[in-house]
C-alpha cells in the first residue's frame, strides 16, 4: 500500500511544483533596451528639443524615471555596446580601440558572457533586432552570444558588404543586383548593408527608408509571442546614425528637417512598443530602457544632432560625446515622474536587470542602480571615461577630472591636447568651460589616485581589431 500511496502523493504534487515553476517565472520581470545611434543629449523634447517633437518618449519619461547624468560605455558604436551587453569596461574586451566595419576578420571574444546569455540561462527568451556592431560573422553574431534570434544590420549603415557573407536561397536583391555581383569580392560602397535574419543575409541591399518600421514590427512580434515567458529584447536602432532615413509616414513632418523626421519616427517606434506592452498587460512587469550608444555626430551638421548645453559630441570624452538621454520605464516598480541626478551608466545595465530578476550574477565593472529607481541613491561614484585603452577623464561625484582634451571626427576647435589636468564642477558647469583645478589641488590629487588604482585593476584585453580580411577592397585608411 505504501508504493501506490507514494506514487499518488508524487503525481498530486507534480502540477503544483509545475505551476509554482510558471508562477515564479511570470513573476520575473521582462527587460527590453531601445538603444538610440549617435543620438545626441538634447535631441528629445523632454531634453529641452525646441523643434524635435517626442511625445512618446516625453510620456515614458513622465511615467518613468529620467536621468540626468547617465552615460555609454564609450565615445563610438562598437565599444559602447561591448560596454553594455557585458558589464565591463571595453578596454577589457579588446573592443576599446574602434570600431568593427565589413572588413574586420574578428569580433567580441565569444567566451565574453552578455546580459543575453545570462538571463537566458535563468529561462528567459532573448532577442537582438537592429544593429549589431560586434562583429558580422557567424562566431561574433548575437545568435552566438545568447540571443535566440536576430534580425538587423550587422554594423553601421553607412557602410558595405563582405561578399563572403552567407545568403539566404531566398534572398531578395534590390537595385538590379544580381546574386554574383553581390558575392563579389566587395568594392566599398557606403550604405549598400545587408539585411540579416539570424545569421543569413535576407536583403540586400537593404531598404533602409522602411527599416525602423520593420525593426518595429519585430519587435512587437516578439512580445506578443512571448506574453507567458519572461523576455530580454534589445532593440538597437541603427538611427540617427547617417545616412539618415526615414519612412514616407514621417519624411518632411518635422521642423528640424530630415534628422528630425529620423528622431521622430524612432519616437513613434518607442510609443508602438510601450503601447503593445500595455495591450498585453505586460506593461506591469516589464522595464524598458530608452539611451544611446553615443553622443552626436557633429561633423555632419545639419545631418547631425546637439549635444544640447554639454561640450563635444561623438568620439569625444567630453560630456557630450558620452552623456545620453535616458528614460527607465516601469509602472509599479519604477519612481513614476521621477528626475534621478545621480551618476549611471550602461555598464551597470547587466546588474541591475540581474538583480531584478533575481539572479545571482554581476558584471564586472557594473552596478545595481535598483536603489535608484526606486528613488534612492545611485550606487556609482565613479565613471571612467576611456578612448581606446587610454584613460581622458574621471567622474566623481559633481567633479570631472581631464587628462587628455580632445577634438575627433573631423569636429573643429577642440584640437588635441595634452597638458595639466583640467577639472570641471559639473552641478555648476555642465558644459566643461571653466577650469577650476588651480582651486582644488586636494580634488585633483585624490582623483589622480582613483586613476593610477584603475590602471593597475583594469588591464587592457588582447586588441580585435588587428585582423582584418585580405579579400575586401578596403580604403587605404583602413589598410
Known amino acids: ?14 502540477p503544483s511544483l509545475c505551476l509554482a515553476h510558471e508562477v515564479h517565472d511570470a513573476e520575473k520581470p521582462n527587460f527590453i533596451v531601445i538603444f538610440a545611434d549617435d543620438l545626441g543629449y538634447g535631441d528629445l523634447s523632454c531634453y529641452g528639443h525646441p523643434s524635435i517633437s517626442t511625445p512618446y518618449i516625453d510620456r515614458m519619461a513622465t ?38 566595419f565589413e572588413w ?9 558572457v552578455t546580459i543575453a546569455e545570462t538571463l537566458k540561462s535563468a529561462g528567459y527568451t532573448t532577442a537582438a533586432v537592429g544593429k549589431w556592431h ?47 555581383q553581390a558575392q563579389m569580392p566587395a568594392k566599398r560602397k557606403t550604405g549598400l548593408v545587408p539585411l540579416m535574419e539570424n545569421e543569413e543575409i535576407i536583403e540586400f541591399p537593404c531598404d533602409q527608408d522602411s527599416l525602423t518600421k520593420r525593426y518595429t514590427e519585430r519587435c512587437v512580434e516578439f512580445i506578443k509571442e512571448n506574453q507567458k515567458k519572461p523576455f530580454f529584447l534589445y532593440y538597437a536602432s541603427s538611427f540617427p546614425h547617417v545616412p539618415l532615413h526615414a519612412s514616407a509616414e514621417f519624411r518632411g513632418k518635422s521642423k528640424r528637417g530630415l534628422y528630425g523626421d529620423v528622431v521622430e519616427e524612432l519616437d513613434a517606434s518607442v510609443g508602438r512598443i510601450l503601447e503593445t506592452l500595455r495591450q498585453t498587460g505586460l506593461d506591469k512587469n516589464t522595464i524598458v530602457v530608452f539611451t544611446s550608444d553615443n553622443g552626436p555626430w557633429l561633423s555632419e551638421k545639419l545631418r547631425g544632432g546637439s549635444s544640447g548645453l554639454l561640450r563635444g559630441g561623438k568620439g569625444m570624452t567630453w560630456d557630450g560625446g558620452m552623456r545620453e538621454p535616458t528614460v527607465f520605464w516601469g509602472p509599479g516598480q519604477i519612481k513614476a515622474g521621477s528626475i534621478c541626478r545621480e551618476v549611471g551608466s550602461t555598464l551597470d545595465l547587466y546588474t541591475t536587470f540581474t538583480s531584478l530578476a533575481g539572479i545571482k550574477a554581476k558584471g564586472e565593472d557594473s552596478l545595481d542602480l535598483t536603489p535608484a529607481l526606486k528613488g534612492g541613491k545611485s550606487p556609482r561614484e ?44 559639473l552641478g555648476r558647469d555642465p558644459g566643461e568651460k571653466y577650469d577650476v583645478a588651480s582651486h582644488h589641488q586636494d580634488v585633483v590629487r585624490k582623483m589622480l589616485s582613483f586613476i593610477d588604482k584603475q590602471k593597475e585593476d583594469v588591464k587592457p584585453g588582447r586588441n580585435l581589431y588587428v585582423k582584418k580580411l585580405d579579400y575586401v577592397d578596403r580604403p587605404a585608411w583602413s589598410k
Open 1 to 14: 500500500m505504501k508504493v501506490p500511496l507514494l506514487a499518488a502523493l508524487f503525481l498530486f504534487m507534480v
Open 63 to 100: 511615467e518613468g524615471q529620467r536621468w540626468t547624468d547617465f552615460y555609454a560605455a564609450a565615445p563610438v558604436c562598437t565599444p559602447s555596446r561591448a560596454g553594455l551587453l557585458t558589464g565591463r569596461y571595453p578596454t577589457r574586451t579588446g573592443t576599446a580601440s574602434g570600431v568593427f
Open 382 to 425: 565613479l565613471f571612467y571615461f576611456y578612448r581606446g585603452d587610454q584613460i581622458y577623464a574621471l567622474r566623481w561625484g559633481q567633479w570631472k577630472l581631464h587628462l587628455v582634451t580632445e577634438g575627433w571626427l573631423g569636429v573643429e576647435g577642440d584640437k588635441e591636447v595634452h597638458k595639466s589636468p583640467l577639472l570641471y564642477h
Open 134 to 180: 560586434l562583429g558580422h560573422r557567424k562566431a561574433y553574431l548575437p545568435t552566438s552570444q545568447g540571443f535566440d534570434s536576430y534580425y538587423g544590420i550587422p554594423y553601421s549603415n553607412d557602410m558595405g558588404i563582405d561578399a563572403k557573407m552567407t545568403f539566404a536561397k531566398d534572398v531578395k536583391l534590390r537595385g538590379g543586383v544580381t546574386l554574383e
Open 104 to 112: 574586420s576578420a574578428e569580433g567580441m571574444d565569444p567566451a565574453e
